[in-house]
């Protein structure tokens, strides 16, 4: 099947998945994870609809960047380095993946630097999986109160969140339904800088299910591009 086909399946079960939960299709956003894929393969997505592509490496955005000459937004979605930040604080709209104070405070000063605010969301680890990043639920309240208190160039704009893989969905809606309630908590906080609006969670095998738990944006790569080859994966394993 073709990239543009996928697509249209996927938007296809995600309206069927909104409809189940009451919501609005409309408001949720498709992002076309681009990992280990190539332009001209990201160029057709674009023509097919997508608005929004994310990495989860910095040096792909690098690489990337200027090869892609549709207008897309960047998303900066896997693990960041604090002294990565200043490679890409001019390229993305959203880096899905802040889990430290550290962290959101570089962010700060380089977004701070570039004249800019830069939007982020924080990341849990709702299973408390080792071989994942993100931060414990219990300790983002704090940490989002510290970013707050101390980054006047960091917008907190919601949650992101990657559940463990299954073959079974009911075995990890309790995580995306748990990441669920917490951001309704934290979309109460009151500050300049807390503008809750994006819950990120779901990816190719899980996202019927995370928008029925209340995901507004899902980050999908495997069902729209087809297997990632790891044998091109930069810097070797
Ligand atoms: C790779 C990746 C995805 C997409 O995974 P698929 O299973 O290919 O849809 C989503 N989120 C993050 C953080 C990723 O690294």
Known sequence: MSITQNIADIRERMAEAA??????PEDILLIAVTKLHEPDEIEEAIAAGITDIAENKVQEIQKKYDQIASPVRWHLIGHLQTNKVKNIIDKVVMIHSVESVHLAQEIDKRAAAAGKTMDVLLQVNAAHEESKFGLDPKDVPQVMQEILDTCPNVRIRGLM?????????????????EVKKLYDTLSEVEHPNADFSYLSMGM??????AIEEGANIIRVGTSIFGERDYSKKMGGM
């Open 204 to 209: 190719s095998h899980d996202f019927e299910t």
């Open 19 to 24: 409809r189940r939960s009451g919501r609005d």
């Open 161 to 177: 969140h990657m559940a463990p893989w299954s073959e079974d969905p009911e075995e990890i809606r309790p995580y995306f339904s």
